[in-house]
């Protein structure tokens, strides 16, 4: 970090900034926003000058080109640390996410969906003009080798996790004829590859885009299918088709496109990008026991089975283990109950959380009165999920009394909810930074709950960009 501070320090000729900590997902990079007077930028530091090196040219790059990308301030000379445009909190992830919760989505969030998926065709074919794909990292195309690292990541990661019983020459063989059918199209254009609402920020309303470094030029099929089928995005079909009838016509600018083609070569990319999907959640949760993202499993799988419903001719056998896999009793849905709870962790200088349900946002309880880890430094890179945090709060104890006044509360509203028929509950925990002491509450809550009941239980830290689902389960 000090690293970090002296490249700003430089940059800008101001002494000790304060440092923010951003939230992060999959990444090993860490960001903050640094502040000092009236300057604010966004450092990051990243273990692997590789993939730096490549965020930076390609940032670089695309901003020549007069794309939305932040604007790169300073670069350190080993480049494991530089400085970028500061483009404010704002996520497309957030700005939908009634829509997301909810299936229904306001016409204000379908105008930026269409609005970004519009930007997405310019992106591929303006930012690859005049672009050396050598900096890509780690290769500079999408090529058989990168086909082949995605599908082996979903069998060693996902598939073998299961347990189940498969002829792997077999799946080989199909193995081999997806990659011919995706390495088909040859056109000149950049493939983001992670290409997510979590990816996209918005600056007077306008879509700018961050986390391209794992790009590489590519066939624009692979960025529709992740940004349409995000695990969690829950788009209506209608919405879905609206959404790349956008696409269509605004790559139109730069190609001639055959929608009935387009189409099918879109529907294969998606089955791709699932199998990459559910192979990284794999390995993010089962070997980097990372629990949120085990929780995005039955989504990616909810997608799965919708594309499993019409099959894929040209890999029979792939198809039938991927059915058998669906219908595993680990993955089989559990009955819905009427009662969903919505716990939230949040910072209160970002507000309180919205209630999507409409119903008035339940109970807020305040945890700034108990002793805050954040006030020592050496807890600043932790949360309340963390173990120095938690022992933390735990040895000093009154997190522990606050929460033994808060669970025989909760206890008895959400029987009363239950007896009632109610579907909606919401209940949210609050303190200074959104960081440690309400994210421990929210999470001893939740876990409270879904222990005690038999509901749905939704967790949302917000200020930490994670969350997580208990789903109901039959009580013995």
Known sequence: MQELIKLFEKYTGKLKP????????????????????????IGAIGESVQENHAFIELARHFYSMKLNVPQIIAVSDNELVYLQEDLGDNILFDAIKGGRLTGVFSSEEKELLHKTISTLADFQAIGA???????CYPQPEFNERSVYWDLNYFKYNFLKTTGMDFQEELLENDFDAMANDLLEDKHNTFMYRDFQS???????????????????KGPVYYDVASFLWQAKANFPNNLRDELIGTYINSLKKYRDVEEAKFLKRLRIFVLFRTLQVLGAYGFRGYFEKKPHFLQSIPFALNNLRELLKDGFDNYPYLTEVLNNMVELKQF???????????????????????????????????????????KYERYNNFNGLDEPVIKFLEDDGEILKFLDHIYPLVDNHVKRYMDRNFTNLMISFGCTGGQHRSVYAAQKVAEHISKTFSIKVSLTH?????????????LS
């Open 462 to 474: 917000r200020e930490q960009n994670l969350e997580q689902e208990f789903m109901s389960r039959k």
């Open 129 to 135: 003009q005049n672009l050396d794909f050598n900096v």
């Open 18 to 41: 304060e440092m923010e900590l951003l939230p992060t997902s999959g990444s090993n990079r860490k960001y903050y926003r640094m502040i000092k007077d009236d300057i604010s930028l």
């Open 198 to 216: 979590r990816n996209v920020m918005l600056v007077n309303g306008n879509p700018f885009f961050i986390d391209f470094q794992g790009g590489r």
């Open 332 to 374: 089989s849905d559990t009955s819905k109950r009427e009662l969903e709870i919505r716990v939230y962790s949040f910072a209160y200088k970002k507000g309180i959380p919205n209630d999507v349900s409409g119903n008035g946002g339940g109970y807020v309880f305040d945890c700034r009165a108990i002793n805050n880890p954040g």
